[in-house]
Structures are given as C-alpha cells and as structure tokens.
C-alpha cells in the first residue's frame, strides 16, 4: 500500500513536468489581454449621419460635403449639378475618448458645434464588450430667415440632437450601426412636434482593404399631424486612400445637419428624388 | 514511515520546482521594435507586450506577440497598420518557435555574453517562413537578458504595398527585440 501511494506520487509529479513540456502552450496559457476592434468605421460619418468613429488625441479633421440638386430635376439644373450646398467641418480629438467639432453648411445656413464622447469601447479577451457605444450631442443654430415664421428671434433658430451611436465590427468586413436619436427643435411650424425621437440603423461592408459600400436609414418613431417629411436613406461608396476617406453617396436629404436630415428631409428616395453628395475628409 | 514518504515527496517537489526554475524564463513585457526606411518617410512601432519563454535546458525558444500591441506615434498608420496591411483581425498573432545551439556556461548560468544561432519558424500575417538569426544572450544574477536584430521582406510574408505608398513604405523591414527573462516558476 505504501509502495502504491509513493509510485502514484511520483507519476503525478512526472505527468505533471509533461504536462508543461511545449513551451507555446505554456506561453499562450497565461497570456491575459484585452483586444480591441479597431477600425469598426473608417469615417466619422456613414452617409449623413455621425458613425461611432472618434479622433485620436490631437489628430485634426477637415471634412467637406457637398449635396447637389435632385437628381431628377432633369437637364435645366444638369440632372441637380447646377444646385450645390456645402458644409465644412473641423473636429478635434481632445482625447482619444472626447472629439469636438465645428461646421457651417450652406444650406439654411447653419452653424453647428457638436461633443462625442466614447462610452464603451467594443473588446475581447479579459474585458469583453460587444458594442462600442459612443455618445453624439450638438447644437445647431440656423442664420438665414424662415420664412413660414411671423417672429424669428435667435432661440426660435436653435435645434438640439442628442443620439447614442451603438456599433459593433461584426467581422473584419462587417461593421453595423444603430442610432437611437432625439431632436429638439425650438420652434416648429403648426402641426409639427418639437421633439423628435427617431432610430438609424446603418453599415458598411469591405469590398477590399480600402473601399466599401456603406448605407443609412434613419426610421423617425415620432408622428406629425402634417407628414410632409421623410425617413432620410443613403447609400454611398467609401474609399480611404492613406489620410484620406472619401465617398460618393446618393441620399434623399439636401441638409447635412441632423436636425436637417433627420426631421426634416423632404425628398421621395424611391420617388428618384435623390442628390448625389460626396464628403471628403482630411486627417492632419 | 508516513513521516518519511512526506519527505521524500517533499524533496521531489523542491527538486522539480527547483529543476523547473534553473532551466526555464520567461517575460510577458518583452520590447519588439519595428522599423521601415523609405524615401519619403520613416516608420517606426513598438511593443511592449511581447511573451517569450527561454528554456537553456533543451535550447528551446518560443516567442508570442499581438499585432494589435503595436504602437505608432500616428495612431491613423496604426489603424493602417492593423487594417490593411497585417489585417490583425484575421491574424492576431506573430509567433516563433525555434532552437539554437547548447552552451555549457550558458545552461550553468554563468555569468557573462553569448551568441547564439537561432533557427526556427516564424508566422507573421498567417505566412510560415524558416529563419535563422544571431541572438545575443547576457547572464548576469541568474536571470537573461536576449537581443536581436533580422530583416524581414514584407513581400515573403504575402503583405502587399500599393504603388501609391511606395515610396512611403520599406520593402524591407527591422525588426529589434530585447527581452529581459524573469526565472520561470
């Protein structure tokens, strides 16, 4: 019996030195990290709307957009290329977690300021998290004149988005967006609501390593009395060239602003009233 | 006799902790540099995570990294770098396993500089290749220290650089690690 205990004694120690013989399993065994996705988007915007995507800590961004005229205006407006509105945008990274922006867009001339900060950051290994949640607030304040209003004071022209920006990179080809999203507008013609609560749901998908066709919905859950408006659709191709994203995007909305395109998009998508835009963004 | 099958049991365990802490090192924090020279600008990126073990008994070498440990003073390039061009998505990890030559002095642990060949398989971009490097093993208070240096042809391991990066992107790269061991318990 003795003899029984000390030979088992000795072929655990034995087994348990075999055990540990390869020294990549061993190696791979205490291995604890934390690997992020990156890259979920190429471009801090999908179509028209925000993606997930911040600036790295001091990294500037020059974005232009342009939306020309409606496609189907025919060959008196060159098929909408004689109608052009543009926006320009600065964004800063503060941080990595924390990106500020600034833009004006031609259309109803609109100057606009916007925070995003990220909440959660999409991981796997010792923090897993399925999502990278970013959140998306902005002011926009529109200059020219409505002309549907009797009064117009600078409070009637202020507008608030506040949206969580939800992503996940399902796979190295397939990142998807959902963006639930408030609008306040100040001040809105009769029959209208001041505040809106809508849901984007978008994507992109990887033809190869630099181009991919991205697309945009943005479903709005609140009713008007007068549905003079539209859910803004986009579809476009992205190209990222080094420092440089490019797209090319066929949407049913002329403004480049959220309260705009979200609230206030007034073109049929599967009527043909669709502009073709293209936003250029620089990182320095 | 109970009191003796403990001891007896006792001294295996220290012999075979003790065995277990002469022969083998390891590090999770080794240092891997890499660095490309173009005409048009240089790249550099650096790990700080890298896991190796060194066992001196069997002349044994493994080394483990995560692409994604890499960092660039542009984090735009490291997006590129993980995106485009290593797709560490699709392959996380660089690994090499690999064996080089016994040395007596150096299995004793004295104290002193080695160099050693080291030949093995390294997989970078899911790419196997056999290499075979001088590394340079310094012993001092029983622990070790390993450096190397090797170019690795971006080509070989199936990476593509677009004409249009050219000249911004070595088709050659340096690859300097430094790895300090701890003993392995």
Do not use: C, W
Request: hydrophobic letters at 40%; glycine letters at 6%; charged letters at 25%.
């Amino acid at each position: 019996m003795k003899r029984f205990t000390y030979i088992v004694a000795v072929l655990a120690l034995t087994f348990n030195l075999s055990a540990q013989d390869d020294l990549m399993d061993i190696l791979n065994e205490g291995s604890e990290e934390t690997i992020y996705a990156e890259a979920t988007f190429k471009g801090a915007r999908l179509i028209n709307g925000h993606t997930s995507k911040l600036r790295k800590a001091k990294e500037l961004e020059f974005v232009i957009s342009h939306r020309f005229g409606r496609i189907n205006s025919g060959i008196d407006d060159f098929f909408g290329l004689d109608v052009a509105n543009i926006r320009f945008s600065l964004e800063y990274g503060i941080s990595d977690k924390l990106t500020a922006g600034i833009g004006r867009n031609s259309f109803e001339k609109v100057y606009d300021g916007f925070l995003k900060y990220q909440i959660f950051r999409q991981s796997e290994g010792v923090k897993n998290m399925p999502f990278t949640v970013t959140g998306f607030s902005s002011m926009a304040i529109r200059t020219l004149d409505n002309a549907n209003f009797t009064e117009d004071d600078f409070s009637s022209k202020v507008s608030y988005t506040h949206q969580l920006l939800i992503a996940r990179k399902m796979s190295p080809t397939v990142s998807l967006l959902l963006s639930p999203t408030y609008v306040h507008r100040n001040k809105v013609i009769a029959d209208q609501e001041n505040d809106i609560f809508a849901l984007g749901f978008g994507g992109r998908v990887k033809l190869n390593n630099r181009i991919s066709l991205n697309a945009e919905y943005y479903y709005r859950l609140t009713s008007e009395l007068t549905d003079q408006f539209k859910d803004a659709i986009g579809i476009g191709v992205e190209i990222e060239t080094g420092g440089h994203v490019f797209h090319l995007n066929f949407t049913n909305a002329r403004s480049m602003v959220e309260r705009g395109f979200i609230t206030e998009t007034n073109g049929d998508f599967f009527n043909g009233d669709l502009h073709f835009g293209f936003n250029i963004s620089r990182v320095f | 006799m109970k009191l003796k099958i403990f001891f007896t049991l006792l001294s295996l365990v220290f012999l075979a902790q003790l065995g277990y802490s002469q022969d083998r090192f390891v590090t999770r924090s080794g240092h891997v540099k890499f660095f490309s020279s173009a005409p048009l600008e240089d790249i550099e990126a650096h790990s700080n995570k890298v896991s190796s073990i060194l066992d001196l008994k069997k002349n044994e070498v493994v080394v483990s990294m995560l692409i994604k440990t890499f960092e660039f003073e542009k984090k735009l390039m490291q997006e590129h770098f993980n995106e485009n061009y290593m797709e560490s998505d699709k392959y996380p990890k660089s690994t090499f396993s690999g064996s080089f030559e016994g040395n007596s002095d150096l299995s004793a642990l004295k104290d002193g500089t080695y160099t050693v060949n080291a030949s093995g398989e390294i997989s970078i971009h899911g790419v196997s290749k056999q290499i075979e490097t001088p590394v340079t093993l310094t012993v001092s208070n029983g622990k070790v220290k390993a450096d190397f240096v090797f170019m690795a042809k971006v080509k070989e391991f199936g990476i593509k650089i677009p004409k249009v990066v050219v000249r911004n992107i070595a088709e050659e790269v340096e690859v300097t690690a430094a790895f300090e061991y701890e003993p392995y318990k």
